[in-house]
């Protein structure tokens, strides 16, 4: 595992006291490092929409939260560091309960980072992903 260049703590009080959206998911970092970071959150009613299926704008939510906690695990409290695009294609249906997303960067520059991300369920796994993300980040200059 490679050292974060912050700590879990410090990312879940910038969530806290900073990012009101990602606070109201609840999402609890799995695996926080410079590798991967896996984020989970509880899907709950307030989650779901017509069918029985976890909105769309919640997994887009998390997939871009966990973006933002792997950038920031890469280059420090940046809390700057801004999507300027989010691509996201649903696979399957997710119902209610415990959804992951596994976060990696792709590539890491001075000015930008592109993340993938792979959004699943306990019961299905990664092997069977409920949506498949990709995302790039505006690094602010130093």
């Known amino acids: 595992m490679s050292s974060a260049r912050i700590t879990a703590d410090e990312f879940n009080r910038l969530a806290e006291t900073e990012l009101p959206f990602l606070a109201m998911l609840k999402p609890e970092l799995v695996e926080f490092d410079r590798v991967r970071t896996i984020m989970r959150i509880r899907c709950d009613d307030v989650a779901m929409r017509p069918g029985g299926t976890v909105a769309g704008p ?17 280059i420090g ?49 990664e092997e069977q992903p409920v949506a498949h993300a990709t995302g790039t980040y505006s690094i602010p200059p130093s």
């Open 58 to 74: 919640v997994m887009m939510g998390l997939a871009d939260a966990s973006f933002y906690a792997i950038i920031l695990a890469n």
């Open 77 to 125: 409290m940046v809390t700057m560091a801004v999507t300027t695009s989010l691509n996201i294609n649903f696979l399957r249906k997710p119902g209610p309960g415990e959804l992951y997303c596994r976060a990696s960067l792709l590539k890491l520059g001075k000015r930008l980072a592109v993340c993938d991300a792979i959004l699943y369920t306990q019961d299905l796994g």
